[in-house]
């Protein structure tokens, strides 16, 4: 099954820092956008931040731009994401999805596939 897999979560205070991996289970990431997405409790999953394959171009929210990197690693076939000065309203559970290309448009995400399970991010004091 193409799926990925996220990890990397967990609690820390607010200023913190947290970094998120997302690694495929039977895929190579480099041919693919691959967008990271949150969801926190009550509210609807919201694009966080993407990039594409061909350039390595990344796309942030207004919410995490200046405090949020995406990276990849087509060696290690993974996606980075760098969560630094964290915010309470940060907290929610964390996924990475596949871009049906080698662009990555995040306000397109109903047309990524490949959703892993997520992982929670908390940050509170």
């Known amino acids: 099954q193409l799926q990925l897999v996220e990890s990397g979560g967990g609690l820390v205070q607010p200023g913190g820092s947290l970094r998120l991996s997302c690694t495929p289970t039977?895929?190579?990431?480099?041919?693919?956008?691959i967008g990271w997405f949150r969801q926190a409790p009550g509210k609807e999953r919201e694009g966080v931040s993407c990039?594409?394959?061909?350039?390595?171009?990344?796309t942030y929210a207004d919410t995490v731009k200046g405090r949020f990197t995406i990276s990849r690693d087509n060696a290690k076939n993974t996606v980075y994401l760098q969560m630094d000065s964290l915010k309470p309203e940060d907290t929610g559970n964390y996924y990475c999805?596949?871009?049906?290309?080698?662009?990555?448009?995040?306000?397109?995400?109903?047309?990524?596939?490949?959703w892993g399970q997520g992982t929670q991010v908390t940050v509170s004091s």
């Open positions: 990039i594409r394959s061909t350039d390595g171009t990344t």
């Open positions: 999805a596949r871009s049906p290309d080698s662009g990555c448009v995040l306000s397109a995400q109903t047309l990524f596939g490949s």
């Open positions: 039977a895929f190579r990431l480099g041919y693919f956008g």
